[in-house]
């Protein structure tokens, strides 16, 4: 059995799973694939929690599965959260180095971390990361550690990810009625991004979309570091959704025929072959194009899509894309959509599966599990490097310690 310290978890609470990967560290600094669990999940839509019996029965299975094939007892776990209400903005906080040798020491570091996050939020919203984009000692900026630097000014420049309280404290109660200590709330995208983005598109500006059930998250990053992030309101339901309404079709036969003949980009497709659609109630069976199909898809597709490149426009970082899109998360498998995101945000665009990982690989190669493979990283980084990226671990660990009374009677 491998031991408690050694072994990392990632769960991902999607809206059509809940995924759980147990990952164990080695020697090299890498993660070992040793287990992975999945259940079906109706108690989430569209990445927040609306039936928490549901959920935690998802838990139970999926987290059962994996200790099962890991031969391990899951004790804590970086958990996922994607829902619609995350926002993300930039801020800023400076301090005064007023020591006489003017030595930057890490309490002046927590200090202006601190002055970043004291922007008034609202009382309904935590943050979730202040992820530090750069230190400014004086007016040199750029600087990714300022400690033991010298400087009579320190300011930086921080991604805040912000999400609503009591949603976050739904998905802490679902995870510890499941019998699971949460280590920490991640933010999908950026949990994402650990398990694909390679160290050169994160420098050269890069967008990363997972296009998951209920919502597409995203995250810009640019010299190394997230600038921009957020959530769309489209996931792939939304397609499987379209086609079950304009085709008068049952929702899981919609989802078969998307995923076997669905396409979002017409010039891709010929317009000669006939599929059988089985109407609502049975009875009648339609024949369409698949052309047609493509016809209902497409105008979706480019929905999504152009929320998410004028959001990163909104934002001055829709010409910034010299390491083009990355796309994953189930929905990223829809024939077409690669196409379609190359024309839409005028770049190269590659399918982002989990890298790097070592042990049973096989059980991550879909897109669908690159959340959770990037919660083990993440977590391996958190816990290598307590506080980094997370200096308002404090926040998160208020929520957790106001629940653990109310919980404990429950583990
Ligand atoms: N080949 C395919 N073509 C199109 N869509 C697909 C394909 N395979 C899976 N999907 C879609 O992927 C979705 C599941 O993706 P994923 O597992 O990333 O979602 P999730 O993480 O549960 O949801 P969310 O991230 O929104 O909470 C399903 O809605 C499914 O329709
Ligand atoms: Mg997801």
């Known amino acids: 059995m491998p031991k408690p310290d050694t072994c990392l978890v990632g769960i991902d609470i999607g809206s059509s799973k809940v995924g759980v990967l147990i990952g164990k560290k080695d020697d090299d600094g890498d993660i070992e694939i040793i287990g992975q669990g999945m259940a079906p999940n109706r108690g989430t839509r569209r990445g927040n929690v609306v039936n928490v019996e549901s959920t935690v029965e998802a838990l139970r299975h999926a987290t059962e599965e994996a200790e099962m094939m890991a031969g391990y007892e899951i004790e804590g776990a970086f ?54 984009q750069e230190f400014i000692v004086d007016d040199q900026g750029g600087i990714s550690d300022p400690l033991g630097m010298s400087g009579s000014r320190l300011e930086v420049a921080v991604h805040l990810v912000t999400g609503h309280t009591t949603r976050g404290k739904t998905v802490l109660t679902c ?83 998307k995923i076997q003949k669905g396409a979002c980009l017409t010039s891709l497709v010929g317009d000669d072959e006939g599929i059988s659609v089985p109407s609502v109630g049975g009875g009648t069976v339609n024949v369409v194009r698949r052309r047609e199909l493509c016809e209902i898809l497409q105008p979706r597709a480019e929905e999504l899509l152009q929320l998410v490149h004028d959001d990163l426009q909104r934002v001055g970082r829709a010409d910034q894309l010299r390491g083009g899109v990355v796309i994953t998360g189930g929905g990223a498998q829809l024939s077409g959509l690669l196409e379609l995101t190359e024309q839409v945000f005028d770049t190269g665009v590659r399918y982002g599966l989990p890298e790097g990982f070592k042990g049973l690989t096989q059980v991550i190669e879909s897109p669908s599990w690159s959340t959770a493979a990037g919660l083990l990283r993440y977590g391996l980084l958190a816990e290598e490097a307590p506080g980094r990226g997370q200096p308002n671990r404090l926040s998160v660990k208020s929520m957790i310690g106001s629940l653990k009374g109310m919980f404990s009677d429950l583990l």
């Open 79 to 132: 958990v996922g959260v994607a829902g619609f209400d995350v926002r993300s903005v930039n801020s800023r906080g400076m301090v005064a180095v007023t020591r006489k040798d003017r030595e930057i020491r890490a309490a002046d570091i927590q200090r202006v971390l601190d002055a970043a996050q004291s922007a008034a939020l609202p009382s309904d919203r935590e943050i979730l990361h202040a992820i530090p």
């Open 175 to 257: 995870v510890n009625k499941a019998g699971i200590r949460v280590k920490e709330l991640v933010f999908e995208p950026l949990a994402a991004a650990e398990s694909m983005l390679r160290l050169q598109e994160r420098e050269l500006g890069t967008l990363l979309i997972d296009v998951g059930s209920g919502t597409s998250g995203f995250a810009f990053f640019l010299e190394g570091e997230v600038q921009h992030s957020g959530v769309c309101p489209i996931g792939a339901s939304h397609f499987t959704k379209d086609l079950a309404q304009v085709l008068r079709t049952p929702f899981d036969e919609a989802e078969r025929l």
